[in-house]
């Protein structure tokens, strides 16, 4: 049983990690670049970014709950606990934070386009916001990779 949590807690870095990198890095500019119109674009790239945060959300617990089990205590003092901590507060930050804000301006705007509208400067700075939080995240995920690789080779 230990040989498959520990399994499911790679395939949990793994999943996580490699989804941030490859939707908010490949994936979105690519939908950018692909489709004429934007504002199709931004929809899909959102609905993108709203699975990663579940998966994230999911596999940030099944992280946190496996290194206190293996742990316990000590868990506290676990640099791996601290980082996968603060991916899922970037993940509840942006995701029930931020994207809100974003969806109600949108909204707000109606029926022209965010971009086209008076609320495009504030949409702008809060999906720099959002672009923030996604890539601290992502360099803090790109760190736990690293973090468990130096693990193994110990």
Known sequence: ??????????????????????????????????????????????????????????????????????????ALQSGVFWIVLLMVGLTVAGHFGVQPILAQLQADALPRRVMESALRDRFTTWHGVSSALYLVQTLLGIWLVIVQERGRAR
């Open 1 to 74: 049983m230990r040989k498959l949590a520990s399994a499911l807690y790679s395939i949990a870095v793994a999943a996580w990690v490699g989804g941030l990198l490859a939707i908010g890095f490949i994936a979105a500019p690519v939908l950018f670049t692909q489709l004429a119109d934007r504002s199709v674009a931004g929809n899909l790239a959102g609905a993108m970014f709203t699975v990663t945060a579940w998966v994230g959300l999911g596999c940030g617990a099944y992280l946190i709950l496996f290194v206190l089990f293996v742990k316990g205590w000590r």
